[in-house]
């Protein structure tokens, strides 16, 4: 398995973010918290940000929608171009339908779960899935305490893949840092979303770089 970090830049300058895409060259993605004030208590940007930014950076974008009503909006990040565009499964009310429209549409789809969602319940839903998204704070903010409880999970969806046989990436997001992501790596995720671990650091790159071999040792 490779390792993949995804910088979130709801921790970068919202005012300058091509600039703070340009200071992590050596990220697999960006990571876009799409918050609607709904489904979390925050609000951030949306889809003519997401092509402002597509715009700016040759590195491809993973959007995650905190957001009601997926299944509404989801196809159009994936049709804007971005790489990958993530749903909550506690929001998709058509999780199938709007997961084989985000791939025809050219993106990789992906499914997220909440820390109390359990994942058993949509192992049959994993041949529609390109990136399984295991939240390990509660969504909303940046800057939260990683939250140990997930553990076990990260392990049991691990287990589900491989049964599966398939490819799916398993994401970790939410208080993933350098105390922190070697757990994640070890119970079986592969792909780390980072927010101020990464643009809280005096070298956001340098920051990737020691993440990646955290992960990787
Ligand atoms: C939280 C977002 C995360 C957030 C992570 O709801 O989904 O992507 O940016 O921030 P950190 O890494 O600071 O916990
Ligand atoms: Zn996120």
Not at 33 to 56: C, Q, R, S, Y
Not at 168 to 195: H, K, P
């Amino acid at each position: 398995m490779a390792v993949q970090i995804s910088p979130s830049i709801l921790s970068a300058d919202f005012a300058r973010l091509a600039d703070e895409a340009a200071r992590v060259p050596n990220a697999d993605w960006l990571h876009v918290d799409v918050m609607d004030n709904h489904f979390v208590p925050n609000l951030t940007i949306g889809l003519p940000v997401v092509e402002a930014l597509l715009k700016a950076t040759s590195t491809p974008i993973d959007c995650h929608l905190m957001i009601e009503d997926p299944d509404r909006w989801a196809p159009a990040y994936a049709e804007v171009g971005a790489g990958s565009v993530t749903i909550h499964a506690e929001a998709a009310k058509a999780p199938v339908r709007t997961l084989r429209q985000i791939r025809a549409a050219g993106a990789r789809s992906g499914f997220a779960l909440n820390p109390s969602t359990a994942v058993e319940q949509y192992e049959d839903l994993l041949p529609e899935i390109d990136m399984l998204l295991l939240m390990t704070v509660e969504p909303g903010f940046g800057g939260q305490k990683f939250l140990d409880v997930v553990l076990p999970k990260i392990r049991r969806a691990r287990e589900l893949i491989a049964r599966y046989g398939g490819e799916v990436w398993l994401q970790v997001d939410g208080g993933v840092a350098a105390d922190t992501i070697e757990r994640c790596a070890e119970a079986g995720a592969d792909v780390f979303v980072a927010g101020s671990a990464v643009y809280g650091a005096a070298d956001p790159s340098a920051a990737i770089d020691h993440l990646r071999e955290l992960a990787t040792t």
